[in-house]
């Protein structure tokens, strides 16, 4: 890797799912998140909802 890729800004990113259904959501990591944390009940179907992973994107860089 060169030293270019490492400076480049990343944010944290949490993937939440439902138990008991394909209910999705990605937000931004918040302290005192971790896997597999129940974090709510489902809109769809009342399910409980859970952190499924937590990784890091690129930020996209503004285009000239």
Request: hydrophobic letters at 30%; aromatic letters at 8%.
């Amino acid at each position: 890797m060169s030293s270019d890729q490492n400076k480049q800004p990343l944010i944290t990113k949490t993937l939440i799912k439902c138990m008991s259904c394909d209910y999705t959501l990605e937000r931004d990591f918040q302290e005192g998140d971790f896997v597999p944390k129940i974090v709510g009940t489902c809109p769809k179907d009342g399910g409980k909802l859970y952190i499924a992973g937590i990784y890091a994107v690129k930020i996209a860089e503004p285009k000239r």
